[in-house]
């Protein structure tokens, strides 16, 4: 039998050898949603040479032009510029206000997740009391409500995105932690001495991976339509940047006589926030042992 003498880092936790099973091109959720993603990071790279027309760029003598009009493939908006140099630029912004508050609120809600769960007592109450009364109220309007008070701009909506979401990854990170701090290997870092700093970041951390990077890509594709809805509502980037939040609000005076320039952007709203989603899917079912065993 071997002494507890001879146990080491290695053979104390499993995270460190742990392999993330490999996106194989066997799950189709999985491809549909990383080609969407794929496909609309590439448009956002290239949107400077794909882009016809300069987006800021108005000509009052082509408002409201429909689509596949002679030099506008999809159109103008309501003061003449074109809808799919718009739309291409927009990718860009798009993108940016899913992905970096997800990031910033991953890290913030990971660590206070992580921190409530590993430490508990009052700290574990004083946290999810705070988290509580955030989760009281609707997350559109809470980050309207920030959105007002900080005012109008792209940065006061990243900020306003960041502290609505923080709650939720402190909630999912806290309760994986409460399972995970159970575990033998865990208990047997402990035995051996470890500080709690080196159990909860070597050893109970990177079994958290799997669980938030699902959660975080299906975050990200929530983040589409609520920076969406907050554009829409005049608190994201201010005209004349392209964005699709904007551009559907702006497309609302000609919903009778000229529908495209709202729904063209809408769409494309709801094909990324798609992508988003069946992405996230695809891979919880790649790393969800269960979900494996069920597909045929």
């Known amino acids: 039998m071997d002494s507890p003498t001879a146990l080491g880092p290695q053979s104390v936790s499993p995270a460190r050898r742990l392999r993330l ?4 091109n066997g799950n189709a959720t999985l491809n549909i949603g990383a080609a969407i993603v794929l496909g609309s990071v590439l ?17 009052t003598s082509a408002l409201g032009l429909g689509i596949f009009s002679p030099g506008h493939i999809l159109g103008t908006d309501e003061v003449g510029r074109d809808i799919l140099s718009r739309l291409l630029h927009g990718t860009r912004l798009a993108l940016l206000v899913a992905v970096v508050p997800t990031l910033f609120a991953l890290l913030v809600g990971g660590c206070l997740g992580l921190l409530a769960g590993y430490v508990g007592g009052w700290v574990d109450s004083v946290l999810m009391r705070v988290f509580d009364v955030m989760f009281s109220f609707p997350g559109i309007l809470f980050a309207l409500g920030i959105g007002v008070a900080l005012g109008p701009g792209l940065t006061s909506m990243i900020i306003a995105m960041v502290v609505v979401t923080v709650p939720e990854f402190g909630r999912i990170v806290r309760g994986a932690v409460l399972g995970l701090k159970q575990e033998q290997y865990v208990e047997a870092a402990r035995a051996l001495g470890f500080s709690h700093s080196r159990v909860a970041f070597r050893h109970v951390t990177p079994n958290l991976l799997g669980s938030t990077i699902v959660f975080a890509t299906l975050q990200t594709g929530r983040n ?15 005209p004349p940047t392209p964005d699709w939040g904007q551009m559907l609000s702006g497309g609302r005076s000609l919903l009778l006589t000229a529908p495209h320039v709202a729904t063209i952007p809408g769409l494309a709203i709801v094909v990324l926030a798609v992508g988003f989603n069946l992405l996230g899917d695809g891979v919880r079912d790649r790393l969800d042992p269960r979900a494996r065993r069920t597909r045929p």
């Open 43 to 59: 448009l956002a790279l290239l949107a400077p040479w794909l882009a016809p027309y300069d987006p800021l760029r108005t000509d």
């Open 21 to 24: 099973p490999r996106l194989t």
């Open 224 to 238: 589409v339509i609520l920076s969406s809805s907050l554009a829409f509502l005049g608190l994201g980037a201010q």
